[in-house]
């Protein structure tokens, strides 16, 4: 999961792409990277850190130019902690290439090799992003006849991409002298979206960065579609991919998004209040409403499924823990001791809430489980009678290989265990999941276009369908470890700044 935008405009684009990143910091907070192009030269700057870290006003005007990228990396495959994998990465021919990407390529060591051997291409990171550069590049240099490069022939390259790539990718690439270049994998299980204003156009993983800097949403792009636009600021569109299946990752919706995002066709905000309403379903069959005195949200996500839960059951909606949102999402975080003093540093409890009173928490999801026995714990510390727990998503069972660093099996608590074997292990009193076939309804009744959702690590079903168990193994393989009680900052998530 990373945040990526990329500008064509009539003015400097340098201020547009950093408000764009601000806008997409939830996506991640890794490392951030901006590149603009100015009489067929780019501009780069790029580091580790968090935007307003990476970018102070001498860089800013050391990236001039009416075009130009930017992403805000989260690690999933690769090392977190190398500058060299801050992103955008660039390579010189042909034309000249930066390019920024969002997924996760399920083949990028075979393609790796296939560069080498075949293309005789360098990678000089561990990187899929660069991977998929290259394979760009390739693709672009066979197919094109010349110094002009023609929107066919961009579109050719890219049916090129589809058919070696595998995995989920959302792709912005400039092309010095030429255009900006952006397209989707064939399910488009990665966000991405284009807007115009007067002055341009934006392509960008959320709508929030086009609605915050005055651009009016045009569409999603397609699974499969690529969308060229040229220095000119001239928009084509094609479809690229022989063949396509709309499964977007149901994961945006539950937590990774933010609310005042619309992704392919679907307003974020009212799916988390539609899978408050099926869950407050799941409640009533397990702990009768009169049972349960309050309704208090995890803080941020689990906000309007909270609300929309209480609502239904007629129960008082309380702010129970208040966030420090200078601490980052727990589940990113490397160590089990991290991960379990960063709960406490990150929330604080409102005791009068909890004292005496039989609480209902409500999470957007429960990952490893850390997070939620520490503050079950919290709420018995601030005097609770009984603790119940439900999630607004299902039980994350299985690893996520698309571009969401889901740990390893064994990490998750709901993997081979029973919700009553979860239930003991977090410690509330009573523990409700949501139903997977009622989240995909839900959700999906907001588009019926839709073929379906990635929903992988629910149902263990990965819709590209090229995930085997030893697949699944050797991707681990890549993710990056920390040892135990070792802070890694690269790895750390901020809230969400539009819960704020």
């Known amino acids: 999961m990373c945040g990526i935008v990329g500008v064509v405009s009539q003015a400097p684009v340098n201020q547009l792409i950093y408000d764009a990143l601000l806008l997409l910091q939830h996506r991640g907070q890794d490392a951030a990277g ?108 066979k197919i094109s006849r010349g110094i002009t490069l023609k929107p066919a022939e961009v579109f050719a390259a890219v049916k090129n991409v589809h058919k070696r790539i595998k995995g989920s990718y ?62 000119g600021g001239d928009v084509q569109f094609q479809q690229c991919a022989e063949k396509i299946s709309h499964h ?32 407050a379903k799941r409640v009533i069959s397990n702990v009768p409403p009169s049972q349960i005195d309050v309704v208090i949200p995890i803080p941020e996500s689990s906000r309007p499924s909270a609300m929309e839960l209480a609502q239904l059951l007629g129960l008082p909606y309380r702010e129970g823990f208040v966030k420090n949102r200078y601490v980052g999402r727990t589940f990113i975080m490397p160590g089990q001791g991290v991960r379990k003093k960063s709960v406490r540093q990150k929330l604080n409890v409102v005791a009068s809430e909890f004292k005496g009173r039989n609480v209902l928490l409500v999470d957007d999801s429960i990952v490893r489980g850390t ?48 919700t009553d074997e979860i239930r003991e292990s977090i410690g509330c009193d009573a523990l409700i999941y949501q139903d997977v076939d009622a989240m995909k309804s839900v959700i999906g009744a907001l588009n019926p276009k839709l073929a379906g959702f990635d929903a ?16 699944i193994l050797r991707l681990n393989q890549g993710r990056d470890q920390a040892e135990e009680g070792e802070e890694d900052t690269s790895r750390l998530a901020l809230p969400n700044s539009q819960n704020a």
């Not at 790029?46 to 990236?63: Q, S, Y």
């Not at 990407?101 to 075979?110: S, V």
């Open 456 to 471: 992988s690590c629910f149902d263990g079903v990965y819709v590209t369908g090229d995930i085997t168990a030893d697949d």
């Open 248 to 279: 977007p990752c149901i994961f945006e919706y539950v937590y990774l998004a933010r609310p005042d995002s619309v992704m392919d066709g679907i307003s974020v905000y009212q799916a988390r209040l539609n899978l408050g309403k099926t869950l």
């Open 34 to 141: 901006i590149v603009t192009e100015q009489d067929r030269k780019f501009y780069m700057h790029k580091a580790k850190g968090m935007v307003r870290d990476v970018f102070r006003t001498r860089n800013m005007r050391a990236l001039p130019g009416n075009v130009g990228l930017g992403q805000v990396r989260y690690p999933t495959a690769g090392n977190a902690y190398s500058e060299e994998e801050a992103q955008p990465f660039y390579v010189n021919a042909p034309f000249g290439i930066v390019m920024v990407h969002n997924g996760n390529l399920t083949n990028a060591q075979e393609l790796k090799q296939e560069l080498f051997q075949t293309d005789h291409r360098h990678i000089n990171t561990d990187s899929d992003s660069e991977v998929l550069l290259n394979v760009l590049a390739h693709e672009l240099e």
């Open 371 to 418: 997070t939620s026995r520490e503050i079950v714990q919290m709420a018995r510390d601030a005097g609770a009678n009984k603790v119940y727990l439900a999630s607004a998503a299902p039980p994350v069972r299985f690893p996520n290989v698309y571009g969401i660093d889901m740990p390893t099996p064994h990490e998750l608590i709901a993997h081979g265990r029973t």
């Open 170 to 231: 959302a792709v912005i690439a400039l092309i010095a002298g030429h255009g900006l270049l952006a397209f989707r994998d064939p399910f488009g299980i990665r966000p991405l979206c284009v807007g115009q204003s007067d002055a341009g156009v934006m392509v960008a993983s959320e709508s929030v960065a086009l609605d915050g800097n005055g651009f009016d949403l045009l569409r999603d792009v397609d699974p499969g579609e690529a969308v060229y636009i040229s220095e």
